[in-house]
Structures are given as C-alpha cells and as structure tokens.
Nanobody
Framework: QVQLVESGGGLVQAGGSLSVSCTAS????????IAWFRQAPGKEREFVTS????????YYADSVKGRFTISRDNAKNTVDLQMNSLKPEDTAVYYCAARVGSIYFYATTDQWNYWGQGTQVTVSS
C-alpha cells in the first residue's frame, strides 16, 4: 500500500506558473503508475495527466497539453506537476493518485486505487 501527500499549491495570477508535488511513502514506489486529477467547486473530479512507472511515458488531458508537465523521481518517491500559462479555469483542488501496474493512461477515477488529500491551486484573473 502507498500513501500520497501533495504539496505546493497556492495562488497565482493568470499566465503564471506553479508546481505541485506528490510524495509517496513506501519502498515500492516504482511499482505504481501515478496520475494527477483535479476537482473544481461543483464539478466532478477530472483527469489531468499521468506517468508510467519508470517515467518514460506520459499522458495528458487536452485541456492541459502543452502547458503542464509531469515528471517523477523514483529515488525520491516524488512526482511533480509543473503548470505553466495557468488560466482561471485551472483553479481546483489537485489530487495525486496511484495504481499498481504498468497501465498508466486510465483517465477515470475508478481505475486509481490510492489518493492523496489534495492541494488547492487558485488562478486569479
């Protein structure tokens, strides 16, 4: 089992950049594919991006493609999400999620087994 803790959220102006991180417990971090989801007030949780176990493959939602970059460091048990050119519609609570196995491109919440508590990202206009 893995425990996930997000950090790094905050307030940024539109057009700005922000990075959020996910730190995992345990010694088998490289057994897990990792994803980021987000949930805005009154909306369903939506997929943002995901990364394979070794970090060699990534998958992005169309809404963030070209603006967000996911990366991981298995030696540090961390996954980072670099967010550039932020828009007010990116405002949400961002959640880190994990699943055991090599399939990393699931975009629905039911395919991800472990979740962090979330970190707030607010983009002002």
């Amino acid at each position: 089992q893995v425990q996930l803790v997000e950090s790094g959220g905050g307030l940024v102006q539109a057009g700005g950049s922000l990075s959020v991180s996910c730190t995992a417990s345990g010694r088998t971090f490289d057994s897990y594919s990792i994803a980021w989801f987000r949930q805005a007030p009154g909306k369903e949780r939506e997929f943002v991006t995901s990364i394979s176990r070794n970090g060699g493959s990534t998958y992005y939602a169309d809404s963030v493609k070209g603006r967000f970059t996911i990366s991981r460091d298995n030696a540090k048990n961390t996954v980072d999400l670099q967010m550039n050119s932020l828009k007010p519609e990116d405002t949400a609570v961002y959640y880190c999620a994990a699943r055991v196995g090599s399939i990393y491109f699931y975009a629905t919440t039911d395919q991800w087994n472990y979740w962090g508590q979330g970190t707030q990202v607010t983009v002002s206009s």
